[in-house]
């Protein structure tokens, strides 16, 4: 851990971890979106 409260790994794992983020949201949000399409269309 640094001064700031952030660890020290962030620089060398925050890029991946940032990807991987972005990906789960994407994937979330794609997912609600398709499933409530799918809801819309059966009513």
């Known amino acids: 851990m640094r001064a700031d409260g952030r660890p020290a790994v962030r620089l ?4 991946l ?3 991987m ?3 789960t949201t994407l ?4 997912g609600l979106a398709w ?3 799918v809801g819309w269309s059966k009513l």
Do not use: C, D, K, N
């Open 12 to 15: 060398r794992g925050g890029r």
């Open 17 to 19: 971890m940032r990807v």
């Open 21 to 23: 983020f972005t990906l």
């Open 27 to 30: 994937v979330i949000v794609v």
């Open 35 to 37: 499933f409530f399409a």
